[in-house]
């Protein structure tokens, strides 16, 4: 058999500290931050900041309103993203700012503000992909050497793994993604959209008692939401749905309450979570999983993903909401990886993609 050599680190260590300011905007956060690649090779968070745009109970957020809200906060979040680092924009070295995916005008408006900034300081600018943001700030908190990522947000629902400088999808959604699906349901029994759909889902079902039969549908690596959700909303006209979670009479003990539906949704979804992260786990032979992406905050879903993996003698790294959920230091992060290798994003390319796949994208600064 031939012997499989490792490839060394192309990322050397830079001579001077390096600074770089990341700019989020995929969806309804928009976030700044500022982070700073020492002579050691180690990153240090400076700053960072996010402001969110939250809509009534039982709406969603459309990307006109979305873009607005972005240009309204985009200089008090920057300007206080500055202060807190302590640095001004002299003193860094890029700019880096959410190329795709996401929503098109939320994307379009933040990338109008890192290109005036550019021309305004005179940086150089890096378009970043929101999911390798996502990987590279996760990896560089927990530690985690070679992980299968389950990225899990409200636009996207990945199992990808490293493999000669590419981050490769195993699995995905095939329709909608886990957070739209959790933040979809939200909307239809009304709770509230303070501080996140998805983050009110999690704790009304820990009140949830009764699991409700719903479709489980893992297709090979990949899974369907779609239905879930509409089976799912489908309990909600049944007669035996309480929406105050309240019975009738004494004998009314049939009773579905959202608490049930929101538990029951939760553990069929992250059921089939697991099983394609187990699949891709034991494909690659990884014992690590890394989970990123706003979902990647729930709790129930880290604790679900830590008992399979201590079955296959592995562990799972996990963020808290402060990199979990989108924001501007994950693309500094990624931009500045970039930029230390030479990726810039001249000023005629500087666009937006709504569909920026994960594999697209030239990892050049891992062996």
């Given amino acids: 058999m031939p012997s499989h050599t490792r490839r060394s680190n192309p990322l050397i260590n830079p001579e001077r500290p390096r600074l770089a300011l990341g700019l989020e905007g995929s969806a309804n956060k928009l976030g700044a931050g500022v982070i700073k690649h020492t002579e050691d090779g180690s990153s240090i968070v400076l700053s960072n900041v996010r402001h969110t745009y939250i809509t009534p109970p039982g709406e969603g957020f459309q990307p006109r309103d979305t873009a607005l809200h972005h240009r309204k906060w985009a200089l008090e979040v920057i300007n206080d993203c500055l202060l807190k680092a302590n640095v001004s924009m002299h003193d860094l070295d890029c700019i880096c700012y959410t190329k795709g995916p996401g929503m098109g005008a939320p994307l379009q408006s933040v990338a109008l503000v890192a290109r005036t900034l550019s021309l305004l300081f005179e940086k150089p600018l890096v378009g970043v992909n929101h999911c390798i943001g996502h990987i590279e700030m996760g990896r560089e908190i927990t530690g985690a050497k070679n992980p299968v990522v389950l990225y899990v947000s409200g636009g996207n629902t990945q199992v990808i793994a490293y493999s000669r400088q590419c981050y490769r999808i195993f699995g995905e959604t095939l329709d909608i993604a886990v957070g739209n699906c959790l933040d979809r349901f939200a909307r239809v029994i009304n709770l509230s959209n ?16 009764r699991l409700l039969p719903l ?4 297709k090979g690596m990949d899974i369907s939401l779609s239905g879930i959700l509409t089976s799912a909303e489908a309990f909600t006209y049944d007669k035996r749905y309480r929406p105050d979670g309240k019975q009738k009479s004494p004998e009314d003990e049939d009773v579905i309450t959202p608490a049930d539906l929101c538990f029951s949704l939760q553990e069929t979804v992250f059921a089939m979570l697991v099983e394609i992260t187990e699949r891709a786990m034991a494909h690659i032979g990884s014992k690590e ?14 604790e679900m993903m830590g008992i399979m993996a201590r079955e296959r003698n592995g562990e799972v790294f996990a963020t808290d909401e402060r990199f979990c959920i989108d924001n501007g230091i994950m693309i500094a992060q990624a931009g500045l990886l970039g930029f230390r290798m030479g990726q810039t994003t001249p000023l005629a390319k500087s666009t937006c993609t709504q569909r920026f796949r994960t594999d697209q994208v030239d990892v050049i600064w891992r062996a």
């Fill in 289 to 302: 999983v890394l989970i990123v992406g706003g979902v990647g905050c729930n709790e129930r879903l880290q």
């Fill in 194 to 209: 303070d501080p996140s759909p998805g983050y009110n889902i999690e704790q009304e079902a820990r009140r949830g008692k």
């Fill in 215 to 218: 479709p489980y549908a893992t």
